[in-house]
């Protein structure tokens, strides 16, 4: 079956620092692939998405690349602020017709220090 | 509307009790998910609809769990006499399409305690 595994957290930085959260994933075909973030009390927010190999996914300074040949899309951003202190969560949704439920991996927890 | 709304945002339930959960997802959304956030993170699907139709459902516990999208109503979540295990935060998301390109857009849960 389809899987997606995250580098534990916590991760805890300083403003300013660059940040780097990986995502590896299993899948037959050619899944999209997608983060989400989430922020206390919240649901989860569609951060980006790449649809298709060598894709570049970005928002909001936040960027990842989806990597066929190392079933990769690890997150990145050069300078985070107080205000990204969230829990971030890959996803993949697959490409088959039968199932249109995404898989998510189990979250990472981001705090930033000031 | 532009949102998933989830009601109620809280829910306390004495075990053996029968808790029901609402979701009106994003107005022209065929697709609507229901998942099971428990133990930190981890997400656990649990139901899937198009439209009013059932699209998948191999996440639920079909003993104590049903669930219903009918037309011109929000979709509900009903559990059955709730198990202290059930206490988990349950959100709702809606989806124009099933195919990859889209993804989701969530509610802001409903978090069952049941005591």
């Known amino acids: 079956g389809n899987s997606v595994t995250q580098m534990e957290g916590p991760v805890t930085l300083s403003e300013e620092a660059f940040l780097t959260i990986n995502c590896t994933y299993t899948?037959?075909?050619?899944?999209?692939l997608f983060w989400y973030v989430q922020y206390p009390g919240e649901g989860l927010q569609l951060l980006l998405k790449?649809?298709?190999?060598?894709d570049k996914g970005s928002n909001k300074g936040f960027e990842a690349t989806y990597r066929k040949e190392t079933t990769s899309f690890h997150l990145e951003k050069g300078s985070v602020q107080v205000s990204d202190s969230a829990v971030y969560f890959c996803?993949?949704?697959?490409?088959?017709?039968?199932?249109?439920?995404?898989?998510f991996g189990d979250g990472t927890t981001l705090t930033v220090k000031p | 509307g532009e949102e998933v709304a989830q009601t109620p945002k809280h829910l306390v339930r004495g075990e053996g009790q029968k808790a029901k959960l609402y979701c009106a997802p994003i107005?022209?959304?065929?697709?609507v998910f229901w998942y099971q956030q428990v133990l930190k993170n981890e997400f656990k699907f649990l139901i899937s609809?198009?439209?009013?139709?059932?699209?998948?459902e191999t996440g639920m516990p079909k003993e104590r769990f049903s669930a219903k999208c009918l037309p011109n109503s929000p979709c509900s979540l009903e559990i059955q006499a709730t198990k202290l295990e059930d206490s988990a935060v349950y959100f709702c998301?809606?989806?124009?399409?099933?195919?990859?390109?889209?993804?989701?857009?969530f509610g802001s849960g409903t978090r069952l305690t049941v005591v």
């Open positions: 998301a809606s989806s124009p399409k099933p195919g990859q390109v889209y993804g989701y857009t």
């Open positions: 899948a037959t075909g050619y899944p999209s």
């Open positions: 790449a649809t298709k190999a060598d």
């Open positions: 996803a993949l949704r697959p490409d088959n017709t039968n199932a249109g439920k995404s898989t």
């Open positions: 107005k022209g959304h065929s697709y």
């Open positions: 609809f198009q439209n009013e139709n059932v699209f998948d």
